[in-house]
């Protein structure tokens, strides 16, 4: 077996321990019969090689059309594509999954964050740690999902982003130095794309309109915007049109009290200098 083939060869391939593994190493035992490398599939599938080896290894969520095209260049009848929504059903919780689909078709993403990064933005090992902090039993699917979303940015037409962040995000150091300051790094790198805006608000500000908790906003192309409000056991997306309204308004009463883009970044930048190794 080549040295690229061997990610997620010791995966189990029971669904009732992970259907995401479960994927991966169908799709592994698949291509190796038909004699393909993971490069070979790529190319049949137009993706990268990177993207296929992610997929085997349980790194990131497979597409739909990704699952269609491994069955046309695999000859598995429809299989992987039957198996795909099991792996979506695992990956997202019932009530982020419809969120993530109007993700999808947002023209403009924006939000605010008191505790974490926004998912968006954060680093794999900084989501792994924030996940192994819950124990939660499916931590590996939740990173990949978290990953996988993060493709967004890789479409022709990208999103606008605009996150205030709480300078409690910064301060909060999630998986040790090493991580924190890698994300910190990220973010900072992040903020140089002319799509994607930052703002910290300062402690010092003290009492603010976000005081109630993280939320984020959807302006989509087709359809009325959405809210999404995060919560303790679960999160809602609320469509109707006040709800909208009233998260926008503290959204843009969080952005008057932030400091402008420039020095926010370079606060995060200060930051992770701050960070001891």
């Not at 994927?23 to 070979?40: D, K, P, V, W």
């Not at 590996?140 to 479409?155: G, N, P």
């Not at 402690?203 to 976000?210: F, S, V």
């Amino acid at each position: 077996m080549a040295a690229e083939d061997e990610v997620g060869a010791d995966f189990k391939s029971d669904p009732r321990v992970s259907t995401l593994a479960y994927f991966g190493t169908e799709l592994r035992i698949q291509r190796e019969q038909a004699g393909l490398s993971q490069s070979a599939l790529a190319r049949r599938t137009f993706c990268t090689h990177s993207l296929v080896s992610r997929i085997e290894s349980a790194q990131r969520i497979p597409s739909e059309e990704f699952a269609q095209r491994c069955d046309e260049a695999l000859g598995t009848g429809g299989s992987f594509w039957r198996l795909w929504p099991v792996v979506i059903q695992h990956a997202y919780p019932d009530w982020f999954r419809p969120f993530v689909e109007l993700e999808k078709d947002a023209t403009e993403i924006w939000g605010f964050e008191n505790q974490v990064v926004p998912g968006l933005l954060q680093t794999e090992e900084y989501a792994r740690a924030m996940f192994d902090a819950g124990s939660l039993p499916n931590a590996d699917e939740l990173v990949a999902a978290r990953m996988t979303r993060q493709s967004i940015f890789e479409k022709e037409l990208p999103p606008e982003f605009w996150a205030v962040l709480d300078e409690n995000v910064l301060r909060r150091v999630i998986g040790g130095p090493d991580v924190m300051k890698q994300q910190l790094e990220r973010l900072v790198e992040a903020a140089e794309d002319p799509r994607i805006t930052l703002q910290v608000l300062p402690l010092d500000i003290g009492a603010h309109a976000g005081l109630a908790g993280a939320f984020a906003g959807l302006a989509l192309k087709e359809g009325q915007d959405v809210l999404y409000v995060d919560g303790i056991v679960r999160g809602h997306v609320l469509a109707d049109p006040d709800d909208v309204k009233m998260g926008r308004r503290a959204y843009d009463l969080l952005r008057a009290d932030a400091l402008p883009p420039k020095a926010s970044v370079k606060m995060i930048a200060a930051a992770a200098k701050e960070i001891s190794p």
